[in-house]
Nanobody, 130 residues
């Protein structure tokens, strides 16, 4: 059974940092693309970053480039999102997700659109405020 569990959210001041974790079970995460998404109240779900299964290539939304870094630890079956220089606009519920089955398996590409992903974690709240 595929399961994703996020952790690491919280309250941080503008300019601060947080590291989110996405722990995978029921599958070997390095064989699958993993994406991070966020949704703020009243706004659409937004793709933040993803890491491909093939060669670990990473992709970022323009709004987070240079500030966020996605990485994976295969030994721990966990994907991380390091978030630096946080802004109030980064406030949202952050969720990790993975596409179904062999989709994007071994590919250098991963999509930043939510409808390509089937399995989702419960989300973790990130609040950036002074």
């Amino acid at each position: 059974q595929v399961q994703l569990v996020e952790s690491g959210g919280g309250l941080v001041q503008p300019g601060g940092s947080l590291r989110l974790s996405c722990a995978a079970s029921g599958f070997t995460s390095d064989y699958y693309a993993i994406g991070w998404f966020r949704q703020a109240p009243g706004k659409e779900r937004e793709g933040v970053s993803c890491i491909s299964s093939g060669d670990g290539r990473t992709y970022y939304a323009d709004s987070v480039k240079g500030r966020f870094t996605i990485s994976r630890d295969n030994a721990k079956n966990t994907v991380y999102l390091q978030m630096n220089s946080l802004k109030p606009d980064d406030t949202a519920v952050y969720s990790c997700a993975t596409p179904p089955g062999p989709t994007y398996f071994g590919s250098s590409y991963c999509p930043l659109v939510w409808y390509e992903y089937t399995y989702w974690g419960q989300g973790t709240q990130v609040t950036v405020s002074s």
